[in-house]
DNA sequence: ATCTCTGCAAATGTTTTGCATCAGC
DNA sequence: GCTGATGCAAAACATTTGCAGAGAT
């Protein structure tokens, strides 16, 4: 059974305005506002839990600390430039990755990064 | 300028057969056979250098430390289970991303994450 | 009253960095 | 000989965990 504690409702409210993928350590800062008293264990703690229902999702960027967003918000894709290290989003998508898991299988999101070399640096 | 020292050509010569994707530390390891005083830093920096130069790419797999293999190899996919936290991997590849990033840059690697419920935790 | 959640601090694991020394070129 | 590369140890982060006490039900 899951209790609904005042920090849960202080991290859920932190996502619940429209804002990017945050690091746990954002969440911390931002939750703190309203519960100044807030760990970063708790935070750590409630974003798994957030993530197990769906309610977020894990944002992975090469090179740098997860980040969690809303699962519900439309989903981005990167572009990352091997040579300086630089990632851009990347706003098409070309979709139906359906037929790529069995049909025993949720597709609920995906992901999609793409490497190799930014305008600038394939220039050089 | 890049020197080719005993080092490097140890780190290289653990990608030149059949391996899968290897972490720093299994890379150590693997080297550490040829060159016994190697040391984790050096695994470090060349192994991004070998990143930069093309040789090698990153393969991010949620909730995993960073693994490293050649960049020639055929790419995976990626399945990761929100509930059970199981990564899967994903054979079929379907999409052309060609038209997702602008003509200047150079694409040369994609990597896909889905992300939902594998079939155990899609059935409970 | 029970039992989960929390905060703290310590532990763990990964990656980076400062620095004196070593070795390619 | 110059200058980049190495090994070590420490530092810097990210993340997890043990535990005793607080709080939700």
Redesign the interface.
């Known amino acids: 059974m899951i209790r609904n504690t005042l920090q849960r409702r202080a991290i859920s409210r932190v996502f619940s305005v429209d804002v990017p993928p945050l690091t746990p350590q954002e969440v911390l800062a931002a939750a703190q506002k309203d519960m100044p008293a807030l760990g970063i264990a708790t935070v750590y703690r409630t974003l798994k839990s957030m993530?197990?229902s769906?309610t977020l999702?894990?944002v992975?960027l090469?090179?740098e600390a997860s980040r969690y967003e809303l699962t519900e918000k439309c989903h981005h894709?990167f572009?990352s430039c091997?040579?300086c290290g630089k990632v851009s989003v990347?706003s098409?998508?070309?979709t139906?990755?359906k037929?790529?898991?069995?049909n025993?299988?949720?597709?609920?999101?995906?992901?999609?990064?793409?490497?190799?070399?930014?305008?600038q640096c394939?220039?050089e």
Request: charged fraction near 25%; glycine fraction near 8%.
């Open positions: 993530v197990e769906g999702t894990i992975n090469p090179g894709h572009f091997r040579a990347v098409k998508c070309i139906d990755f037929d790529m898991v069995p025993s299988f949720k597709l609920e999101r995906h992901e999609v990064v793409l490497y190799g070399l930014c305008s394939n220039k």
